[in-house]
Every structure is written in C-alpha cells, then in structure tokens.
C-alpha cells in the first residue's frame, strides 16, 4: 500500500503527504488500477471511493476476489413440472458437487482429506430467481458458497459446509 499511484490518491493528486484537500481528485490516469485493486482488499466495496463508480468488469471482480472453498461443480435446470412454495411459476434447481480432496494451505488442515458433498437448492423460475442465480453463480466462481470446516449439525471436522451465502434446500 506504499506505492507511489497510491500516495497520489491518498493526498488528492499530490506526491506530497502535507498538501491540502483542497484541490481536486486524480484521475484514473494518475492512479493506477492495480493500486486501487490493492487498496479495496481493505474495503468491502469495489468501487471508487470519490465517485462510487465500479472500477471493475463482473469478470474482472470474478479473477480478483477468492474464497477458500474447494474444488467443485455447479449445475442447474429448469423445470415448469416444479414449484417453490409461494410461487407460481417453475423452478430452478441447483446441482453443487464437491469431491473429496486434500485441503489445502488455506484450509483448516492442510494436507488432510475433507469429505465431499453433494447439495441441491432450488430457486424460483421468474426475473428474480433468474439475477439470484446469476449471483451464486459468481458467488461459486468467486469460492464463497462452501468452505472446509466442522459441520454445525454433526459437529464433524473436515467436512464441506455451507459457506457466506446461504440457499434454500427444500421445496
């Protein structure tokens, strides 16, 4: 976080710490974006701090941001033949497959094995259910979805749970 682009946004376009605020915001030019990119590690947002503009593509947000979560797959279908209750349209079914693997160094036991799991959670088939999806998707992509940790239910370690995003798993 020490970098010179860095430096330059931090005091408002001057390479000078002391300067006045007074004077207007660099531009994107003058701040590079792998600066900036290092700088949101610390923010929860990823967009510009002056403008609240995103500063990157979903593909690029989907390279920059990982979770821990294992090695998996990611499926879904469409079925008008099913219904989530409280909807009258079809549903959505998500198909997650995660195969037993070693952990790896940023898992909780590096070098020992975590079970696998296979989960199912289902959406409803309509404009809403359809942007959710494109959202656990990039959730998944990103490694947010599951993690390897001690089940809450079984209080087993080295299984793969739930992660940060939670779905619904019954119709």
């Known amino acids: 976080m020490k970098s010179r682009c860095l430096n330059i946004f931090m005091n408002n ?12 915001k660099p531009t994107m030019d003058e701040v590079q974006r792998a600066c900036l990119a290092e700088a949101m590690k610390y923010s929860s947002t990823m967009t510009c701090p002056v403008t609240n503009i995103p500063l990157f593509s979903e593909e690029e947000r989907l390279n920059y941001i990982r979770g821990d979560m294992p090695s998996g797959s990611m499926t879904w279908r469409k ?16 198909l997650y497959k995660i195969s037993r693997a070693c952990q790896k160094p940023y898992h ?19 404009d809403e259910g359809n942007k959710l999806l494109t ?5 998944f992509l990103c490694g947010f979805t599951f993690r390897v940790g001690t089940s809450l239910t079984t209080n087993i370690p080295d299984q793969v749970t739930w992660g940060s995003v939670h779905h619904k798993t019954s119709l």
Request: proline residues 8%.
């Open 135 to 139: 959202r656990l998707r990039a959730a």
């Open 13 to 24: 376009g001057s390479t000078h710490p002391n300067r006045d605020f007074s004077v207007s």
């Open 79 to 94: 079925s008008d033949t099913l219904t989530c209750s409280g909807y009258s349209c079809g549903t959505i079914t998500i």
């Open 108 to 126: 909780p036991s590096p070098g020992q094995s975590h079970q696998g799991t296979f989960r199912t959670a289902f959406l409803p088939d309509n």
